[in-house]
């Protein structure tokens, strides 16, 4: 075991100087802070509206539009633990530091791309990018606090923020590109990572020897982690969450514009009511869970992501008022599962694990978000012939399109179908185990919502 005791320091013993006693105070940090959620929420949505016209300008095939968007996603979910865990030896704010600059660079780059090829590669540093910024993000607005209500007030801040960027990104991504290229959804990074960059450097101080560790990493104990009840199960209703969203939305676009031959900005506004769902829905979490629990609100709104799902997969061809029933049912069981969901993997956790806890949070979700692209993207592309890119398609491409899409939602129905039916399971292990004995570690306390809203 090693000597160096800094890890079991608690955040708030730590001092570097006089903390913030009002969030304007810390206005500077918490700018950054959201600047660097806001850049995770809108790479997760922006693209997607684009990759039409993306396929047409660089005559990319289906496989390769797949990974536009999923090696992002693949890439940031692969990375984030290990990461995580760098930081905490070497350093948060430095290496959020570096993964901004990273940042900026690689969307700078996307001025130059000229084959699909090469935006893959561009998507995939922005994801190790992603992965050094994104979960730093509420570990610093937490240490940047002595009070409680401080730090929850600091992290639903910087939550909502990211969340309305994902909520608004298909659309405003749509409307630009009714009047410029498809590089400027990528392109808006850069000031976005410079503004981070200035607020972070000068707004949070750097970390100080005593609040860094050199012990090694536990590859077992945090398998040992994932393992705990209701730790496999918030991940497995995340999951669900993740895959459900981005293979919808990916679908959704798809169809939309190849199929009903929609412009950007007419699939932009076709993706609305997710938007409203996903910014209005706040006010029923408390609530849903006050009425009805933490754990019985996870597995109730991961349902609801299925049945959305499974409205797609049977009446999804039929007509929008369908396809807007089924945006409206992901976005909702999702909007709750990214609180509760996230909650009960801190809850489940011992007290000093919360920091890698919420990197298994967004692991599981981003993770799921480049299967759900890359699964329904392999369906399309096995079953369509030809160019899907191509204006003007024929009965029989037209036939092989909506036979894909339903296939691949029918797919992603049953997976997720599958995650949520284990988190029940695994969430029912929990209540039965605890009849006769309490959750090591976590001390039975749970963390407010803002802090699990990953």
């Given amino acids: 075991m090693s000597n160096n005791r800094a890890s079991e320091t608690p955040p708030s013993a730590v ?12 206005w500077v940090a ?36 797949q990974w536009v968007t999923s090696s992002y996603a693949v890439v940031f979910g692969g990375l984030m633990i290990a990461l995580s865990a760098l930081a905490d030896r070497v350093g948060r704010r430095k290496v959020m530091l570096i993964g901004l600059v990273l940042l900026g660079l690689a969307s700078l780059a996307t ?11 561009v998507r995939a540093v922005m994801g190790i990018a992603a992965a050094m910024t994104t979960p730093g993000s509420m570990a610093l607005a937490f240490r940047l606090f002595d009070d409680d209500q401080l730090r929850v007030r600091a992290m639903t801040l910087i939550s909502t923020v990211g969340l309305v960027g994902l909520a608004v990104g298909p659309t405003a991504g749509g409307l ?62 995340k999951a669900a969450a993740g895959l459900a969203v981005a293979g919808l939305g990916y679908l959704v676009t798809l169809q939309l514009q190849l199929d009903w031959g929609w412009t950007a900005a007419q699939a932009a506004v076709g993706m609305l009511p997710q938007v409203v769902v996903l910014i209005a829905g706040g006010a029923v979490i408390s609530p849903l869970i006050g009425r009805i629990g933490l754990e019985k609100a996870a597995w109730v709104s991961a349902a609801v992501i299925v049945c959305g799902l ?20 992901v976005a909702a069981g999702m909007r709750v599962v990214g609180v509760v969901a996230g909650n009960n993997v801190m809850r489940g956790l011992p007290a000093d694990r919360t920091t890698i ?17 890359a699964l329904s993207g392999t369906i399309v592309a096995g079953i369509f012939t030809g160019s899907i890119a191509a ?47 309490p959750l090591s570690g976590a001390g039975g306390s749970t963390p407010e919502p803002a802090e699990a809203d990953r």
């Fill in 15 to 26: 001092r570097n100087g006089p903390r913030p006693r009002s969030l304007r105070a810390a």
């Fill in 30 to 65: 918490l700018s950054g802070l959201s600047a660097v959620f806001l850049f995770e929420m809108l790479d997760n949505s922006v693209l997607n509206v684009a990759l039409p016209t993306i396929g047409r300008e660089l005559g990319a095939s289906t496989t390769a539009l």
């Fill in 111 to 121: 001025a130059f791309v000229s084959t699909a090829e090469q935006l893959i590669a």
């Fill in 176 to 237: 630009v590109l009714s009047f410029a290229p498809w590089q400027t959804l990528l392109l808006v990074n850069v000031p976005i990572a410079a503004v981070a960059v200035l607020c972070i450097r000068f707004g949070i101080p750097a970390d100080r020897p005593e609040e860094l560790h050199a012990d090694p990493i536990d590859v077992g104990g945090d398998l040992a982690l994932i393992a705990r009840p209701l730790v496999s199960s918030g991940l497995a209703f």
């Fill in 310 to 329: 499974a409205v797609y997969a049977a009446l999804g061809q039929l007509g929008y008022a369908w396809i807007a029933l089924a945006l409206v049912l």
């Fill in 357 to 373: 806890g919420a990197a298994l949070i967004d692991t599981a979700g981003e993770l799921t978000t480049g299967v759900g692209i």
């Fill in 391 to 437: 204006h003007d398609w024929t009965p029989a491409q037209t036939a092989q399109f909506r036979e894909a899409t339903t296939l691949a939602a029918i797919v992603l129905t049953a997976i997720a179908g599958l995650l949520v039916l284990w988190g029940i399971f695994r969430s029912n292990r929990r209540t039965t185990s605890t009849t006769t004995a």
